[in-house]
């Protein structure tokens, strides 16, 4: 069934590109030569470039050492200050709400993979979570990002503001 799925989503893509040239026929989530899980990973980032001030780093899916469940994973985003030497983590939570309701099978399915990912970061190290909900939201996201530019410096936040 996934499969016959899978085959209509391209064919239909493929007619959608003949009318329209300009739209490709395979989606990549992909900018400046960065690759996402998700559009609410490709909206974060893309708010990310626009809000974060020139004095921080972004990195896009950097390792956090020092992790609970295993030696390293991967965060989404890590903002950083090379003025303070601080830094925080951002995870997009794009299966989930606030509410972390699971409705769906597949959001059942994924949910404790979700959990255990969010919970593996060291103590000194809580990520600032976006959930879906937040990425619809342009002051919920702009908050978020916000938190995260004060975690790093809270100097460069009172100049960008």
């Given at each position: 069934?996934?499969a016959?799925?899978?085959?209509?989503?391209?064919?239909?893509?493929?007619a959608?590109?003949?009318?329209?040239p300009?739209l490709r026929?395979?989606?990549?989530?992909?900018?400046?030569?960065?690759?996402?899980?998700?559009f609410y990973?490709l909206?974060?980032y893309?708010?990310l470039?626009?809000?974060?001030?020139?004095?921080?780093?972004?990195?896009?899916?950097?390792?956090?050492?020092?992790?609970?469940?295993?030696?390293?994973a991967?965060?989404?985003?890590?903002?950083s200050?090379?003025?303070?030497?601080?830094?925080?983590?951002i995870?997009?939570?794009?299966?989930?709400?606030?509410?972390?309701t699971?409705?769906?099978?597949?959001?059942?399915?994924?949910k404790?993979?979700?959990?255990?990912r969010?919970h593996c970061?060291?103590?000194?190290?809580?990520?600032?979570?976006?959930?879906?909900?937040?990425?619809?939201n342009?002051?919920?996201?702009t908050?978020?990002?916000?938190?995260?530019?004060?975690?790093?410096?809270?100097?460069v936040?009172?100049?960008?503001?």
């Open positions: 069934m996934l016959a799925r899978g085959a209509a989503w391209l064919a239909f893509r493929e959608v590109h003949q009318c329209h300009h026929v395979e989606e990549k989530l992909a900018q400046d030569g960065h690759e996402f899980d998700s990973e909206a974060v893309r708010r470039k626009s809000t974060l001030p020139s004095t921080l780093r972004l990195d896009i899916h950097p390792v956090v050492k020092g992790c609970i469940f295993e030696e390293a991967f965060a989404d985003f890590k903002v200050s090379t003025q303070s030497g601080k830094s925080c983590f995870e997009v939570v794009g299966l989930f709400d606030r509410t972390f699971a409705y769906s099978s597949t959001q059942k399915a994924r404790d993979e979700t959990l255990r969010l970061y060291p103590s000194s190290q809580h990520p600032i979570l976006i959930f879906k909900d937040m990425v619809c342009p002051e919920q996201i908050a978020a990002i916000r938190q995260a530019i004060a975690a790093v410096a809270e100097d936040l009172r100049t960008a503001a």
